[in-house]
């Protein structure tokens, strides 16, 4: 196997405390050293980290690669390569595809296509329900065999309490999360963004903060029932922030997470009925966004994840209110969190860091995370001074569904290193021997 | 084909009042052709205009035909029941096929909030919204407009309530921006579960019950209900409706004074208003329909280019 050494880079990793411009040496696919300046290596791939941020490699925890079903949209090897060009090493491919990955088969199936897409690596999620229909357990046990390394229904809500419930106990015995896509649909129903002054002006049925925070309360109070692991997927709301808090400080077992999207853009974006702006959870209002970066800084909040969801050019262009909901984002993750947070200070690089790599490896129990000695060589190198505009025909995703398209964002992701490989590299990384 | 109201009319919310006061300034003039024995002039001649009707709709496409066709335009019209999505073809596909066949204007009603300006972004012709989903139906909010204006003589402090279901109406929206435009003060009344919940941040009084509407208003724009509300779950139920928010005879006559009822039509006669209400002396909702020929004969001239000053020299066939 290859020897890689990442020279010169500000060593990151909130985790351990590192923070120094140093070496990091990766052998045999383990960190070998991250530290101080090296002696140079024989037949070591050389890799000019100067200016650079070295830091655990990011872990999206949430993100739809389409595969099975829907190929033409995303494939789990157009994913993976997307993913390893945003800077993630590991992704989570959530289990709506069409069949649902709701067995161990299937889930063997998305394992092997992410090992053979060989870029960042891919971890399956099973379904909670059998065909996602919210009525019967899924063979946790049989997919977490297969390589599954939490349980969803993502895309939909578990509406009914007692699956809700008894997923949770459920999933205790083989310790994983039980992720909850938090949607009281009676409330939600043909709701296309949020309900507000935006939505009463332009005629769009609109989603009340409610339909998400009756879940998450719901939620809440079942893991405390069961003492089970609730991860929150894709947290939109003040009301929700207000009520993850209020379970934390009760020792609950809830964990958070957050899009860039509800961490930058509000409801102002869907004005003119851009469908790139039409995602569920909605847009919600600068008083969320601000509320969701404050619970993102003070831990309320765990992580960030993408909620990439790729969508056909055709089925985005149309009346907003039938176009699908979702955006990508595996490739602009990293920058829109860079850009809205840690540019104006209110998060530090370390933080981010925390968010996008240290603690989805912990709360999903995932190699990586780290940069200590003796772990996964998976590694992420940062510009953090770059500039750049986004051009969605450029990326590596078959999606183009974004709405940041056109806009310059902060800081960019310039080299992937899955296992001590370079799966992603860009000029700017000079690579040299 | 771009005059002083731009390329478009997809909403009132887009317009500024004098954009407003000049569509009923010019409709003033193109009324009067249709008091005509030949109710035909040339202004129009040689412009092909598409009548793109998504959502069953009889008057709104009749009154539209007819502007066109006082204006001498080529007209087709297109009816498609169903959305794009249950049709097949979509709304852009649509788009491009009408572009490809070089067309002056588009009319459309379409049930999707958003589709006119959709459409607006996708090709070169004027676009004249006829109504899209719960979003705006602007034509009908400059005919109630000008109806208003016609019989109080200005919109300046006029105290005008749209009554009814807020919440799923285009008409109330288009209402709502220009009346509050034109410096009129506007409210709503309906039941809360019929206004939409930011009701408060729409720069509207609220009026939860009918007898409160009546005692401030100076008119009442009654919206229709549209049945399938009920099965919804919005209301319980017709019956009820009529006897809490119903406008009735007994109830205007306890007004301070005589209120003018206007209704966008079709009505539920015995619903939302009683029939000696609609037929009753106060009732403009027949001017409405004349006005809203003019209207739209005004709203395709100025945006075919037709300059305002010369509409009355149009009306005589000479511009």
Redesign the interface.
Do not use: I, K, Y
């Given at each position: 196997m290859t020897t890689v050494v990442l020279r010169g880079g500000r060593l990151l990793d909130p985790g351990t405390g590192l923070d120094e411009t140093g070496d990091l040496l990766i052998r045999d696919g383990r960190i070998e050293h991250a530290g101080h300046r090296l002696e140079r290596i024989d037949d070591a791939e050389e890799i000019d980290c100067t200016g650079k941020l070295v830091t655990p490699g990011f872990i999206d925890v949430h993100c739809h690669l389409r595969e099975p079903g829907r190929e033409d949209v995303e494939t789990i090897e157009t994913g993976a390569r997307a993913a390893a060009a945003g800077g993630f090493t590991a992704v989570c491919a959530m289990p709506n595809t069409q069949p649902v990955t709701d067995n161990q088969a299937a889930v063997g199936f998305v394992q092997r296509q992410g090992q053979r897409a060989s870029a960042s690596r891919v971890y399956p999620i099973g379904a909670i329900s059998v065909g996602q229909k919210g009525e019967k357990l899924a063979e946790f046990g049989e997919m977490i065999g297969a390589g599954a390394v939490a349980v969803s229904d993502d895309g939909r809500p578990v509406m009914s309490a007692h699956l809700m419930r008894t997923a949770l106990e459920y999933a205790l015995t083989f310790g994983v999360p039980v992720i909850d896509h938090c949607e009281e649909l009676t409330l939600a129903e043909g709701g296309a963004m949020n309900e507000g002054i935006v939505s009463a002006r332009l005629g769009l049925k609109g989603i009340p903060d409610e339909a998400e925070e009756i879940m998450v309360i719901r939620d809440i109070l079942l893991a405390r029932r069961t003492r089970g692991h609730v991860h929150l997927a894709h947290m939109s709301t003040k009301g929700s922030v207000e009520l993850i808090r209020w379970g934390k400080e009760r020792g609950i077992n809830v964990t958070a997470e957050v899009c860039p999207h509800h961490l930058s853009l509000t409801e102002d974006e869907v004005e003119h009925y851009d469908t790139n702006a039409k995602m569920n959870p909605p847009l919600r209002t600068a008083e969320d966004v601000e509320a969701l970066q404050q619970a993102v800084k003070d831990g309320t909040i765990d992580l960030v994840a993408t909620d990439h969801a790729p969508h056909h050019y055709d089925e985005k262009e149309r009346e907003f209110a039938d176009a699908p909901n979702g955006i990508i984002g595996l490739e602009t993750a990293l920058s829109v969190v860079a850009t809205w947070l840690v540019k104006p200070g209110i998060i530090s690089w370390p933080t981010l860091v925390e968010k996008m790599a240290v603690q989805p490896a912990r709360l999903f129990k995932l190699p990586g995370g780290t940069l200590a000695r003796g772990t996964v060589g998976d590694v992420t190198v940062i510009d953090p001074d770059r500039e750049w505009v986004v051009d969605a025909a450029s990326f590596r995703t078959k999606g183009r569904n974004t709405p940041y398209q056109g806009r310059t964002l902060h800081a960019k992701a310039v080299c992937t290193v899955v296992g001590g490989r370079v799966v992603f590299t860009e000029n700017s990384a000079a690579h040299g021997r | 084909m771009s005059g002083s109201l731009g390329k478009d009319l997809l909403g009132l919310?887009k317009l500024s009042a004098d954009q407003i006061r000049l569509v009923l300034d010019t409709a003033v003039p193109f009324r009067e052709i249709s008091e005509r024995k030949i109710k035909k002039v040339p202004t129009l001649r040689g412009a092909t205009i598409v009548n793109l009707f998504f959502e069953p709709s009889t008057r709104t496409r009749i009154s539209f035909e007819f502007a066109e066709k006082r204006l001498s335009a080529d007209t087709v019209n297109v009816a498609s029941s169903g959305?794009?999505?249950t049709k097949g073809e979509?709304?852009?596909d649509t788009a491009r096929n009408l572009e490809a066949m070089r067309i002056d204007m588009v009319v459309i009603r379409?049930g999707?909030?958003?589709?006119a300006?959709?459409l607006a972004e996708r090709i070169e012709s004027c676009v004249v919204n006829a109504g899209?989903?719960?979003?705006?139906h602007p034509t009908q909010g400059l005919l109630d407009m000008l109806t208003l204006r016609d019989h109080f003589g200005t919109l300046e402090g006029l105290r005008v309530c749209i009554c009814g279901d807020v919440l799923h109406s285009?008409v109330a929206?288009s209402n709502i921006w220009g009346l509050t435009k034109m410096g009129a003060e506007v409210a709503v009344c309906g039941p809360p579960s019929l206004l939409?919940?930011?009701?408060h941040?729409?720069g509207v009084k609220v009026f939860h019950r009918i007898e409160q509407a009546i005692e401030w208003a100076q008119a009442l724009n009654i919206l229709r209900l549209q049945l399938e509300r009920m099965q919804a779950g919005y209301i319980p139920s017709l019956r009820e409706y009529n006897r809490v928010f119903g406008v009735t005879r007994q109830r205007l006559d306890r007004a301070p004074q005589d209120i003018l009822i206007l209704h966008p039509g079709p009505m539920n006669r015995g619903v939302e208003i009683d029939s000696d209400v609609a037929d009753g002396p106060h009732s403009v909702i027949l001017n409405q329909v004349t006005n809203g020929i003019a209207v739209r004969m005004a709203v395709l001239y100025l945006l075919a280019g037709g300059r305002p000053e010369l509409a009355e020299a149009a009306k005589e066939g000479s511009a």
């Open positions: - | 919310a959305s794009s999505v979509t709304l852009v379409h999707a909030s958003g589709a300006q959709f899209d989903g719960t979003h705006e285009r929206r939409p919940n930011a009701v941040d729409l």
